[in-house]
């Protein structure tokens, strides 16, 4: 293909950083600006009016035959203090985890075992946690229960007896969360971590006993004064995870 008909290179989209950048178009400085925020301003509340557009906008996610699997319970003030209290008390109880779904593989495997480490030791890194440091780990990997200080919790959830594939309704209907609430402003963290107390977080927030507890959801401003913030994890880039057939003109 001549040169002059191959398409420009990308633009550089500064995964995750604060502010988007340069000419990105409103959805791409959305998407490229969203990151997994673990310190937010608890005194910042979220108006419910708010929350229930951005949850409105995101249903427009598509899912298989229109099943819109998701339910989603929002917490605050003190249901979300009984919700994290009640975690606590179970993870300083000890015992079996309450795992619905392994959420990782049995058995990790390269290169996602490397990604997985660096985003680890990357964040320790920054909230100054050395390798070893089991009790620091502990509590650091403790903040999840406390939405790292977030005005608002979200738990999503469905029913069991749906498959693999409402996972994947579920999964896109949770990304439209954290975009439109990156387009008002809002920043958010995706925590598989409750899944490990699910029977715990059914109990605390009335999910029903035959659903599945998909994950859980920090939402709020960001404290741009802690350290942890300035994580912001690496991504491949297309060209690396793409195979493309049949575009060469020869």
Known sequence: MPDDMKSPP???????????APG??????AITTRRSVRAFLPDKPVDP?????????????????NIQPWHVVAVAGEAKHRVSA????????????EMGYNYYPVEWFEPYLGRRRKLGWDMYGLLGIGKGEREKTWAQHGRNFDFFDAPVGLFFHMDNRFEIGSFVDMGLFIENVMIAA??????????????????T????????????????????????????????????PATAFTTFLGFDAD
Do not use: M
Not at 86 to 97: D, F, I, K, Q, W
Not at 182 to 191: E, N, S, V
């Open 10 to 20: 990308p633009p550089d989209f500064g995964y995750g950083r604060r502010a988007p």
């Open 24 to 29: 990105l178009n409103e959805t791409e400085a």
């Open 49 to 65: 009016a708010l929350i229930t557009r951005i949850l409105d906008v995101a249903a427009r996610a598509p899912s298989g035959t």
């Open 86 to 97: 009640a975690v606590h008390a179970a993870r300083e109880a000890g015992g079996e985890p």
């Open 182 to 199: 990156r387009a008002h402003g809002l920043d958010t963290c995706p925590q598989a971590a409750w899944v490990d107390y699910t029977d």
């Open 201 to 236: 977080v059914r109990k605390a927030t009335g999910i029903p006993d035959n659903h599945v507890l998909v994950c859980g959801l920090c939402l709020g401003y960001e404290d741009t004064s802690e350290p942890v913030n300035e994580l912001y994890s690496e991504r491949e």
